[in-house]
């Protein structure tokens, strides 16, 4: 299988959705789900939303050579999982307003910010 191509070198590219955050999907398949962000990796631009975009992997049982219990553990058949879907199709879903909105960044006690565009709250958790 070919690997994955980096689109940005480490630390250049910053992603506007974080871990944790709850955002709407606006282009795809999937379009209009929402769902949790589980993961994100800024080099491919991409993030893994949970529920959203699945795909179906068909795999096989690895038992031959291993142990029996390494065998058991392992699942086979039809397993659903979420693919990575760019970022540029995801939008944050502001907890205040519970509306899709963008994303603006502000200095807020000498810290940057991520700012509701639509009710001027801030998304990011208290810490």
Same mark, same amino acid.
Not at 4 to 29: E, L, N, P
Not at 50 to 70: D, F, L, M, Y
Not at 101 to 126: F, M, N, P, Y
């Given at each position: 299988?070919?690997?994955?191509?980096? @689109?940005?070198?480490?630390?250049?590219?910053? =992603?506007?959705?974080?871990?944790?955050? !709850?955002? &709407?999907?606006?282009? *795809? +398949? #999937?379009?209009?789900?929402?769902?949790?962000?589980?993961?994100?990796?800024?080099? @491919?631009?991409?993030?893994?939303?949970?529920? =959203?975009?699945?795909?179906?992997?068909? !795999?096989? &049982?690895?038992?031959? *050579? +291993? #142990?029996?219990?390494?065998?058991?553990?392992?699942?086979?058949?039809?397993?659903?999982?979420?693919?990575?879907?760019?970022?540029?199709?995801?939008?944050?879903?502001?907890?205040?307003?519970?509306?899709?909105?963008?994303?603006?960044?502000?200095?807020?006690?000498?810290?940057?910010?991520?700012?509701?565009?639509?009710?001027?709250?801030?998304?990011?958790?208290?810490?």
């Amino acid at each position: 299988m070919a690997t994955a191509r980096k @689109r940005h070198q480490g630390g250049t590219f910053q =992603v506007h959705v974080k871990k944790g955050d !709850q955002v &709407s999907v606006r282009a *795809g +398949r #999937s379009l209009n789900q929402a769902g949790r962000v589980i993961s994100v990796d800024p080099q @491919r631009e991409r993030a893994i939303v949970e529920g =959203v975009n699945t795909i179906i992997k068909h !795999q096989k &049982s690895q038992g031959s *050579g +291993r #142990s029996p219990q390494a065998a058991a553990q392992q699942q086979s058949g039809r397993i659903t999982k979420p693919a990575p879907i760019h970022s540029s199709n995801l939008m944050i879903i502001c907890p205040t307003c519970n509306s899709p909105t963008r994303v603006a960044h502000r200095l807020i006690e000498g810290k940057q910010a991520r700012i509701c565009k639509r009710c001027s709250a801030a998304l990011d958790r208290a810490k």
